[in-house]
Structure formats: C-alpha cells, structure tokens
C-alpha cells in the first residue's frame, strides 16, 4: 500500500475511533514528519462532520510536538479550527458578520435596499388567507399490558440441582462405541457422494435459499444495516475466515468438541455464503461437511448418552441443516432428517429441552436457543420430518411460561435460577424465529434488555455467548435500540480482534467469575464473534414466517426451487 494512501486510512480509522494505540503512535509520526500528511488529517476531519455529529463526543486531539516552528504553529492552528467547528455553531452571529462584511456585504446589502423600494412603489394590499391552527401533540408510550403471574414450580425431590451456566457444553466427550449396523439397517452412507451436482446447482439454490449469503445482497445488506461499520466488520469477518481456515484439522473438524465446534465453524463459512463449489474456500466447506456425516452415530446423534450433548448435537444439526439448505447436496438430506429427529424425540412433554435430552421435570432456556435454531433451519432447508411444526411451536410454548412478569426477564430454567440479559435475549431470539417476534413476551424481553451495553473491560458471564444471542434479537427488533447496540458492538468486537484474525473472549482480562468462558478456546470465540458481526445479512432467510411452506428438494433434472 503507498505511503499516501496508507497515511488516509489511519486518518479515516481515526475519524472513526478504530485506531489501535499502535496506530496511533504511527499516525502521530506521520504528522510530525510530513506536513502533507497534515493537511489531508486537516481536509478529512473538515469533510467527514457527519460521522463527527453522531459518533464523536469531543473534538478530536492528537499531541505531538514539532521540531520545524513553522509547522508547529500552522498544525496548531489546524487543531484549533477544527476543535472550533465542532464546538461551535455551524452559523453564529461572528459567522453571519464576516460573510457580509466586504465587498460581497456592500452588493447584497444594494440589492436588498433596491428591493424594497421597488416593492414599496408597487405595493398593493394582500388578501388576508385562511389561518389554521395546528395543535402537536407528543406521542406517548404505551405500557404493555401486564403479564400474568406464573404459578410457583415445586421441584420433585430428586430434581436436578440448578447449574447457572452450560457445564461442558463444549467438552471434549467421550467417543462413541463402534456399532456394526444390523441386516435391517439402512445402507451406510456413501461420503464420496457428496460433491454430486453441487456445483451446478450451488449458485441457483442459494440465491433463493438464502438470499443475504450472495455477494451483491450481502454488499447491500451491510449498505443497509451496518450503519456505516460493515467496511470495518467485513474485512475482520474475512481474517476470521482466514484464521479458521488455517486452523482446520486433516480430517476437516475443528476442537475441542468437534461436534460443536465444526458445527460453528461450518456455521460461519456458510453465512459468508461460502459452499463447496466456492473459490477460496470450497475445499474447507467440504471437509469439514465430510466430519459432520462421518460423526453421525446410527440413530442420528452427534453426542454419546449421559452426557450433556444437547448443545454440541443442536449445533452439528443446525449446521448440517443449513449446509442442505444452500448446497442441497441429496445425501446431507437424510442425514438433517437424521440429526433433527433426535431433537424432536428428546422434546419434553411442555415443550422444553434438558441436558442430553432427558425428560425430566427440568427445563433449559439456554439448551432450547440450539434446538429452536436448528428446527427452523432444517424447516427452512425442507426437512420432512413429521412434527417438525408443531415442536416449534411447542417450544414457543415453552419459552413464554418461563417469563418473570414483572421484570419481563426470562429464567434459565424456573422462577428460582437467573434471569440474565443473555437469557432473555435466547429467549427472545428463539421466540422470534418461531414467528412469535410481535407478541407481548418479546416485547417486554426487548425491554428488559434495552439498556445493556457491550463492554469488553467489565463483560457479563459467558459474554460473547450473550452477545451473540443480544445482536440478532437486537437487529431483528430494529429502530433506536438496534442502532444504539450496532455503534457499541460492532465497534468493540472489531477493536479488540487479535492480529492473527481469531479472537479472545474478554473474560480472560476480566476475573474467575467472568471468566469461565476462556477455556472453551478460540474457535468458540472466533466463531461466535464472527458470527455476531455477520448478523448484517445472515439470517435474513430464517427470520421467515412459519406460515411459509418449506422449499421442495428438486428433482434428479428439475432445477426449479419454490422461494421461501
């Protein structure tokens, strides 16, 4: 990159507050050592005063001192006149005096007193119009209705003891036994299928499957969404990308957990609209969908029994699904069907979901946020597996019984556990990809968080898993709390991306008690943060009404896909 060039990106990084100290210190060099650099800093801040207006909360300083008295005293005079045009009115009575003053003043002044002669030898009485009255009146918030008192829940005696956050979610666990399929099983899958028509019907299908993952669309849903920040967002997405590439293992899988982590992993490449017939990346995609098929156990699961699998399952089955739904690769089908027939058999009579799919008189709004999102993306993707619909709505179900009334918060599993900003905002985001996003529990749950902030150096428990779920419900709620939350965390997970393109969940400058997120690694945080900040155009096709019929798979020579 030219020296130019590179000196209008530190300013324009500047402007925007996304300089690193480094940079900083680079950028102070240069306009001590190059009064050309100077007055581009001087030009840029004159031209870039709608950025200052909404962002920026004081006139913008930088301290440096000058070997050249000349230069010293012209660059002061810079920082002056630019701390004076945003401190001060854009038009003032000083302003208004020295525009008139001088020549220019003497001939507007002529031209005035002329007019109204003229206008005194030619006047004529006006007739009077019709006066109104225009009455404005403030609009008013209306309080929600209020929710009804839930009843109080009496644990049975030997009810699972309360665990306040995922205990080994992500854990390593333990490899399943080797099953010899009986004569009465189904064939095995044939892996090497997998590429089969992929790259003749990659592009069509994921244009009307998932219509924010193609190139275009996505450049325009960050024009759209970002607020300005998807120059900044994007650019560290694809360092993200760059990073999980060249962390890939030989046989395609990411750790630890490589259920889980895979299903992340093929997650964030997929909402980059990246498929196995893609350029940079096509290899990756397909290796790491070739894990996810081999990892599948007989009976559909991606987990061993007796463990607390419910997470790394609904992640490897979300991930399958939305491989299907935008490369509709023939043999993934029965191996979605597969994975979400183990979710919709683990489904609580009420509508919940418990560690390792229990049905026990315990409930987990954490564990339903997975299995609410795989559900709707393999409904999306065309699933048929029976029931499909209703389970969803079962969950909806369950998720509102588990509402405070009072606060609008949601529990982590009854009135007695916590009622966090991260589990309101699974709920919420559970609730919205159900169809229910208009109702009065999500509503009150918006509310319940709309003053929560992302902060890297005093994080929430488990943050980047919060803010995860904070962003998407956020975005999908739109308006001032949108845009409010996307200037803080769009500025923050990009600032605070590491220079190898991964990231570090911030519980690790935090203590032990916010801290319990680090040792998950830096997939899960690489993965979740990109994740976050593709929210700009990754969810577009799930946010769909369930009233819509699933896409049909076409045929062996039918190109045509029904359009969600």
Known sequence: MSAPRHAEELIERYLDDLLAPGELEELERLLVADPEVARLFNDKARTDQLIQTHFMKSA????????????????????????????????????????????TGTIVVHVLLLLMLIRLVSYTPLQKEPEYEVLVLEQQNTRLDPLEELPEWDPPPEATPEITVPPEAFAEPAQPPDMEPSAASEPPLDIGSLDIINDVQGVLIMDKLAPGRTDKVRRDALDAHSGGMGRYTEASVVRALEWLKAHQAPDGSWGPNKPAMTGLALLTFLAHGETTSSEPYGQTVEKAIRFMVSQQDEGGRYCTINQPGSYAHAI??????????????????????KSIQVILDGQQSGGGWDYDYKKTA???????????????????????????HDAIEKAAADIKSAQDAESGRFFYTDGKSHKTDGITAVAVLSLQLAGHGTTREVRAGLDAISSTRCDWDKPPDWPLYAWYYITQAKF???GHSWTRWNNQFA???????????????????SDNTHGNEV??????????????????YRHL????????????????????????
């Open 316 to 337: 490897a089955a979300y991930a399958v699904s939305e491989a299907y739904g935008m490369t509709r690769i023939p043999s993934l089908k029965p191996v979605m069907e």
């Open 541 to 564: 096709p799930t946010y769909k009404s369930l009233a819509v019929a699933p896409a049909e798979t076409p045929g062996a020579q039918d190109l045509k896909v029904e359009v969600l």
């Open 60 to 103: 913008a300083e930088v301290s440096f001192e000058f070997d050249d008295a000349q230069h010293a005293r012209a660059a002061e005079k810079m920082r002056s006149a630019y701390a004076d045009r945003i401190t001060r009115p854009k038009w003032s009575w000083q302003t208004v005096r020295d525009h008139l003053w001088g020549p």
């Open 491 to 509: 500025r923050a997970f990009v600032r605070n991306q590491n220079e190898d393109g991964s990231w570090t969940s911030p519980g690790a400058k």
């Open 476 to 478: 999908h709620q739109g």
């Open 519 to 536: 040792h998950l690694g830096p997939v899960y945080s690489t993965t979740l943060a990109a994740l976050t900040l593709q929210v700009y």
């Open 362 to 388: 315990r409930r987990d709004t954490s564990v339903a946020g997975w299995q609410v999102q795989a559900l709707k993306a393999a409904w999306i993707a065309g699933a048929e597996n029976k029931g499909l």
